[in-house]
């Protein structure tokens, strides 16, 4: 028996567009955000990226619950 086939692409209209906007937004800001963070000192900037992962972890739980 051959499994179904999967589709090679999804039409537009089939793509929640404000979902994937929203994605990319958070996704981009959160690479800025770790960029921002990376050019403090050592000492500050261990803190601040243990606080910004721990809230964005916190913000996607949020987002898919």
Same mark, same amino acid.
């Given at each position: 028996m051959?499994?179904?086939r999967?589709? +090679?692409? #999804? $039409? *537009? $209209?089939? +793509?929640p567009?404000r979902a994937? *906007?929203?994605?990319?937004?958070l996704?981009?800001? /959160?690479?800025? #955000?770790? *960029?921002l963070?990376g050019?403090f000192p050592? $000492?500050?900037r261990d803190? *601040?990226?243990n606080? /910004?992962?721990s809230?964005?972890?916190?913000?996607?739980e949020r987002?898919? +619950?």
């Amino acid at each position: 028996m051959v499994p179904p086939r999967e589709p +090679t692409s #999804v $039409r *537009l $209209r089939e +793509t929640p567009i404000r979902a994937e *906007l929203v994605n990319a937004v958070l996704s981009l800001g /959160f690479y800025v #955000v770790c *960029l921002l963070i990376g050019l403090f000192p050592r $000492r500050i900037r261990d803190r *601040l990226a243990n606080a /910004f992962v721990s809230w964005s972890e916190s913000v996607d739980e949020r987002r898919y +619950t």
